[in-house]
Nanobody
């Protein structure tokens, strides 16, 4: 089992930047591929970004591609989400999640689906003002 704790959320003006962190504890971090999701009020939780176990492959939702960057440091058991050029539409609670999905399935797109993730953090609020 792994425990996930997000941090780094807050209030920022449109065009600004934030970096979210997700610290993992428990079982070996490198066993898990990781994802970031977000949920705005009244909406379903949606995929934002994902990264493979080694960090060699990354995936992004079209809405954040070119603005957000996911990375991980396995030595620190932490995954990051650098968010630049933030927009009011990015306002949401952001969650990190860990998956044991086999790599072939992950590379084929399982990273996109919430049900593929085994562990979730408690979320961190990001609010972007216009």
């Amino acid at each position: 089992q792994v425990q996930l704790v997000e941090s780094g959320g807050g209030l920022v003006q449109a065009g600004g930047s934030l970096r979210l962190s997700c610290a993992a504890s428990g079982r070996t971090f490198s066993r898990y591929a990781m994802g970031w999701f977000r949920q705005a009020p009244g909406k379903e939780r949606e995929f934002v970004a994902a990264i493979s176990r080694s960090g060699g492959r990354t995936y992004y939702a079209d809405s954040v591609k070119g603005r957000f960057t996911i990375s991980r440091d396995n030595a620190k058991s932490t995954v990051y989400l650098q968010m630049n050029s933030l927009k009011p539409a990015d306002t949401a609670v952001y969650y990190c999640a860990a998956t044991t999905s086999p790599e072939p399935e992950f590379y084929s797109g399982s990273y996109y689906y919430t049900e593929e993730y085994n562990y979730w953090g408690q979320g961190t609020q990001v609010t972007v003002s216009s």
